[in-house]
């Protein structure tokens, strides 16, 4: 199969997308699978991998109704509240559904950098881990060091690094040297956990008027710390849209990785999602 590993489906009228910019016009607008479905056919996508873009349970359920309806939609990454207890009823619930995939916490929105390791939120990760659930680790380069703490602590935990981890690369075009503490940390992350990659949101992260030049040392690095095993490609769409269409970052997206040989290729672009994921 070929898959995108990580788009996003929503409706700002549902009103828990806190985050989203009320005046941006590419952002503040529905997305439902109708809206793909062209790009999915053109690039000759089998399946996605939905993510959660809401911090609430109503969202999750939301998206697993919307993949009930959709055979495109091959799984669901949700959410539920690490920091209650009591939403353990609704990860079992979730877990119970043949699309739910497992949980991301929107570790980037949270204050405290140290937030994953407090003790009250460590039910959820055992939960995860007893559930036989997925994780995707999403956060910035600050988060690096907590998340090789994190993954240590749970060896059998199935996780993802969401957009490679999101390097500044804006702020590496810009003259400052946003490369060598994330790469070292990619490199840490990729040697000392069995977590996979995410490549996906680098056009995201390199600002307005960036080159595809600007993306390759960080896409290369990726590549040749995780292995095209433990890689798995995402288009981050609709969020891409805000730098780039999803046909220009998949074709940018094969770019980076024509030196591959077509096996490699073929497991960055579906092999790897559905092995992590577990797609059927």
């Not at 549902?14 to 690039?43: C, E, F, K, T, V």
């Not at 619930?93 to 460590?122: C, S, T, Y």
Request: proline share 6%.
């Amino acid at each position: 199969m070929k898959i995108d590993a990580h788009q996003h489906f929503w409706q700002p009228l549902r009103g828990d997308y806190d985050w989203m910019p009320q005046d941006n016009l590419i952002l503040n607008r529905a997305y439902g699978p109708s809206d793909l479905a062209p790009a999915l056919a053109r690039h000759a996508i089998d399946g996605t991998v939905v993510v959660q873009a809401a911090a609430t349970v109503q969202e999750t359920e939301y998206m697993l109704g919307m993949a009930d309806a959709t055979p495109l939609i091959k799984g669901i990454v949700g959410w539920i509240n690490f920091d209650d207890p009591s939403d353990l009823a609704h990860l079992e619930r979730f877990a119970a559904h043949p699309k739910f995939l497992g949980v991301r916490p929107m570790i980037q929105d949270i204050p405290d950098v140290n937030w994953m390791l407090r003790e009250d939120v460590q039910w959820a990760f055992h939960a995860v881990v007893d559930l036989g659930l997925s994780f995707d680790a999403l956060g910035f380069p600050e988060h690096l060091p907590n998340f090789l703490t994190l993954v240590a602590n749970y060896p059998e935990m199935r996780v993802v690094y969401d957009h490679c981890m999101k390097p500044r690369i804006g702020d590496q075009r810009a003259g400052q040297d946003a490369f060598s503490q994330w790469a070292d940390g990619m490199s840490r992350l990729a040697d000392m956990t069995n977590g996979c990659c995410k490549f996906s949101g680098l056009v995201t992260e390199a600002g307005d008027g960036w080159a595809i030049d600007d993306l390759r040392p960080f896409a290369e690095h990726v590549l040749n710390a995780f292995g095209a095993k433990r890689i798995m490609w995402g288009s981050d769409w609709p969020v891409c849209r805000l730098q780039a269409e999803y046909s220009d970052w998949h074709d940018i997206a094969q770019d980076l990785t024509r030196g591959l040989s077509e096996p490699e290729r073929a497991e960055i672009f579906g092999g790897t999602a559905a092995r992590f994921y577990r797609l059927s």
